[in-house]
């Protein structure tokens, strides 16, 4: 199943620093030294690493959240064989792709009307922001690889206030494997000549005190419309008791991607004609990104345990794009490039800390659950563009050289009153506040070459939840939420441009509930925007200002039937009534840029899921159905697929359904052997436009097998 829903009645070039590589492997092999490493017996119970969870370890810790939620777990990732993370989440209610490559990347990601190429949701990875920057630069420039994941919480509603800015449509968790003994070989291959191979080890202590674990993937393919692409991932994580209450993990991750993608798609008499080649031959996205956290728990007593995690990323993202003469390519239906070739370079470097304690206590004669956490954060952003040619390519002037710094502290606090043993009511504030600075490296002081904003936010939440029958479960919440104005746009032209926050006034209401042969979740929100920029990828006219009210609505449902003789059926639906500007959208000038009750572009009407599944003995196989609904590529709502001799596209880009068809068999103990087919009727369809039509991806196929030794 893609969604559980639980009872609830229980010049940056390869650059690279050795300290933070260095560091993890010495106190990895610390961790594992002390305790005298060698395979776990059988009736030892392993380690289980501290982890930040936004759903919790059980169906209590789930029925206690007041808003919507989703869980993808391991055994769905194994039988369903996504190749990102982007393609597992895309049957989880509420959720919208915006596709780009199959390799996703660059994901784009939506939220309950949404636009996916927005980034108001936030996305963690064992509770640690994924994003390179959430001040500083938001782009989704580094997605991880779904072969370390063991599941994918998804939270809604005023319990995700707790984890950050950019919750308004809620938050996403990548849980990553826990390590396990032994060593497991996973290899794949597949159309466009793809070849993957994922390594895991793992190994405890006798008295299982202690534990490490590597995974090492990696998948190269000439792509998809031959966007070819080499990564390798790599993940190292250990851990030890400290004494009988407290337990220390580390993980490490690295990270490295080469790939032949662009921004640019192909001509639309050239999709028409079903075109199979790469529109941008020439152009690179290189990415490496390397990552340390420490996380320590300590369970205090019965009733309390604080949690601290200390985190740290580095990373670089080097694009280089060619030039193009839109007239030319506009009058020839195909791109026709120049000899200039434009390097868009960042690096990135973050640092944060992030303590919660978690205590039970009485507060006016009930029992109450409650959360207090503090944290710190501080990113930096080096930016460069390097004015490169075809005889010259990677090197040349600078025709941009800016840092980009933010640093923010936040406070929060969250209480729950058990009002009676069937209804609790959650209450919850969170105070962040930040400041953002700009260093045009390329002026002096004199050229104002500095400038600084900082803002504050205060974002209350309140949440209830009524157990009215071991069946059903009825929640509700209301709360504030908002995504920060970024360096670029609250610094742009280095003056201070007095750019709001995006603020949004969120309200849910739902059910969910099991029996035994049925789970369902039912939910209605409502997302009130005072002030919402929509980001120029997603081909609207940029502008430097507040920008206006929007509003989002509409309802999302899951239910999973247990049919009997190994058939299971799984499926949910979202449907977003409104995704719409409220009054005329303003330029700075003052001019009337979207009219009032334009849809926002990115956010179909309709996204729906089916899955039938099968299981006999040692097979396991399932039938998948997704459907995207029409929707709109620009805030103008152009209905025509038109080119444009500025370069981008627009038009209302057709809804599309697809199907994939999976199966896995054990063949014992040991060796299992899998296979996949995507999109299974071959469905030719637009998934999306920008510089181009994004061609969906054809029908291809997956084999592969997995051996644990």
Do not use: C
Request: net charge negative.
């Amino acid at each position: 199943m893609s969604q559980t829903l639980y009872p609830v009645s229980t010049t940056h070039g390869s650059t690279r620093r050795p300290l933070a590589r260095a560091l993890a492997l010495i106190s990895a092999g610390l961790l594992i030294q002390q305790s005298a490493p060698v395979l776990a017996q059988d009736d030892v119970e392993t380690l289980r690493l501290p982890t930040i969870l936004v759903l919790g370890e059980n169906a209590a810790d789930v029925s206690r959240q007041p808003g919507a939620v989703s869980l993808v777990l391991l055994e769905d990732l194994i039988l369903r064989q996504p190749r990102s993370t982007e393609e597992a989440l895309r049957a989880v209610p509420g959720i919208t792709i915006k596709p780009e490559e199959e390799s996703a990347i660059v994901a784009n990601i939506g939220m309950r009307g949404l636009s996916s190429g927005d980034y108001k949701t936030l996305i963690l990875e064992d509770g640690v922001p994924v994003a390179p920057g959430l001040f500083v630069g938001n782009g989704r420039y580094y997605n991880p690889r779904i072969q370390r994941m063991e599941s994918i919480e998804v939270l809604k509603g005023a319990a995700s206030l707790r984890y950050g800015p950019s919750t308004i449509g809620g938050v996403i968790n990548y849980v990553t494997k826990q390590p396990r003994d032994g060593v497991e070989v996973a290899l794949r291959a597949g159309s466009w000549n793809t070849q993957e191979g994922t390594l895991e080890v793992g190994a405890s202590s006798t008295s299982g005190d202690a534990t490490f674990g590597a995974i090492i993937n990696n998948v190269r393919s000439d792509g998809f419309l031959d966007k070819g692409y080499d990564t390798t991932d790599i993940m190292i994580k250990a851990g030890m008791a400290i004494g009988s209450n407290q337990r220390v993990s580390i993980k490490y991750a690295d990270y490295s991607n080469d790939a032949n993608i662009s921004y640019r798609g192909h001509f639309l008499q050239e999709y028409r004609n079903e075109a199979r080649n790469n529109p941008a031959p020439d152009d690179y996205f290189l990415t490496e990104r390397r990552s340390l956290d420490l996380n320590h728990e300590w369970d205090i007593n019965s009733t309390a345990r604080l949690n601290t995690l200390i985190f740290g990323s580095e990373m670089f993202r080097d694009y280089w794009r060619y030039g193009t003469n839109n007239a030319a390519s506009a009058a020839a239906g195909s791109w026709v490039y120049t000899n200039t070739l434009n390097g868009n370079n960042r690096a990135f470097e973050r640092f944060g800390v992030d303590t919660r304690l978690n205590f039970e206590h009485q507060l006016f004669g009930m029992s109450s659950e409650a959360e207090l956490g503090l944290r710190y954060m501080d990113e930096e952003m080096d930016d460069k563009t390097v004015q490169a040619t075809r005889a010259t390519p990677r090197t040349g002037p600078l025709g941009k050289d800016t840092l980009d710094t933010a640093e923010s502290f936040a406070l929060y606090a969250q209480n729950r009153f058990l009002l009676t043993d069937t209804v609790a009511l959650t209450a919850g504030l969170r105070i962040e506040q930040y400041e953002q600075d700009r260093l045009d490296r390329r002026l002096n002081a004199t050229q104002n070459n500095f400038v600084s904003s900082d803002n504050t936010e205060v974002m209350p939440g309140v949440g209830l939840s009524w157990q009215m029958s071991p069946e059903l479960q009825l929640f509700g919440s209301v709360y504030k939420a908002f995504s920060p104005s970024l360096n670029g746009d609250a610094l742009n032209g280095m003056q201070d441009q007095q750019l709001d926050a995006e603020r949004s006034v969120n309200m849910e209401f739902g059910m969910r509930g099991a029996n035994e042969r049925m789970t369902y979740e039912f939910a209605m929100f409502r997302m009130d925007f005072d002030n919402q920029i929509i980001p120029a990828n997603s081909n609207s006219q940029f502008q430097v200002t507040n920008g206006g009210e929007t509003l989002h609505q509409g309802l999302e449902f899951g239910v999973g039937f247990d049919l009997g003789s190994g058939f299971h059926l799984n499926t949910n639906a979202t449907y977003v009534s409104d995704a719409e500007f409220r009054g005329n959208r303003l330029a700075r000038n003052g001019a009337i840029t979207t009219p009032d009750g334009n849809r926002i572009p990115y956010t179909p009407e309709w996204v729906a899921n089916a899955a039938l599944e099968y299981e006999t003995g040692n097979l396991r196989s399932g039938l998948s159905v997704h459907h995207t609904g029409k929707q709109y590529t620009d805030v103008l709502n152009t209905t025509t697929l038109a080119e444009s001799t500025s370069g981008f596209f627009t038009g209302q880009v057709p809804a599309y359904t697809v199907a994939d068809l999976y199966v896995v068999y054990s063949v014992n103990d040991q060796l299992s052997l899998n296979a996949a087919v995507k999109n299974l009727a071959d469905k030719q369809y637009i998934a999306s436009l920008r510089q181009g039509v994004y061609v969906g991806v054809e029908r291809s196929f997956d084999v592969g097998l997995r051996y644990r030794f």
